[in-house]
């Protein structure tokens, strides 16, 4: 089957400016989510999705990011404006159920200059 | 809150067995994941033990489960030179509703 999809693999904006990225699940997937990784460190669960509904969104800073899965399949996630310590990579993943194992993209490197 | 640790370096020789260990604070965890992480890739599920299991072997990996230390490793066997990478140890939590990971483990291989 293929995997989760994600574009674009790398980004480079200026602090202040907006970005987008954009994840395909894994086909009949219900569950999406969207993970922060800091260089170093695990990823950190930013909004889990089920179906087109939020399911968790308590660690997403709402003030500047936004993510929407409007017809339950397809995913972005806006950051709007970037701030320098918005540097990570931005993992997306999906999973059958709430309960069973993620798959994850390759993520998108987001680069703050 | 739920809370998973891990150590941060492994270095092992090639042919030997490597042991990633990991802790973790949520007792009713349902679900403890192994991913892996190559560099510039996403993290690739490796094995997982439900939480009623004591071990789980799945061709070169063994994954120990200790529910009263709250404590799971993962042995690999005979690590090869592929088998480089950061490796994370996870737990999801009893609600299912979000999964913890913790810093990961580098693991490198000498000759």
């Not at chain 1, 894994?26 to 950190?44: C, D, E, F, R, V």
């Not at chain 2, 709250?70 to 088998?83: C, F, N, P, V, W």
Request: glycine letters at 6%; hydrophobic letters at 35%; charged letters at 20%.
């Amino acid at each position: 089957e293929a995997g989760v999809a994600q574009s674009p693999r790398y980004k480079i904006i200026e602090k202040r400016q907006s970005v987008a990225f954009w994840c395909n699940p894994i086909s009949g997937h219900a569950t999406l989510y969207w993970y922060q990784q800091i260089l170093g460190q695990g990823p950190k669960l930013l909004i889990q999705f089920q179906n087109n509904g939020v399911v968790d969104d308590s660690q997403l800073p709402k003030d500047r990011f936004s993510a929407e899965r409007l017809k339950g399949v397809d995913s972005t996630l806006k950051i709007q404006p970037a701030k320098l310590e918005d540097s990570a990579v931005y993992l997306c993943a999906s999973s059958s159920e709430r309960d069973q194992p993620q798959h994850f993209g390759d993520g998108t490197r987001l680069s703050i200059l | 809150g739920e809370d998973v640790e891990q150590s941060l370096f492994l270095s092992v020789r090639e042919g030997d067995s490597s042991v990633i260990n990991c802790t973790y604070t949520d007792s009713s965890s349902t679900y403890l994941y192994w991913y892996k992480q190559e560099p510039g890739a996403g993290l690739q599920l490796l094995t997982y033990i439900f939480s009623n299991m004591d071990m789980k072997q799945d061709q070169r990996l063994t994954v120990l489960l200790n529910k009263k230390d709250k404590h799971l490793s993962l042995r690999i066997a005979d690590t090869q030179t592929g088998d480089s990478a950061i490796y994370f140890c996870a737990e999801i939590d009893s609600s299912a509703s979000k999964i913890i990971f913790g810093s990961g483990t580098r693991l490198s291989i000498r000759p």
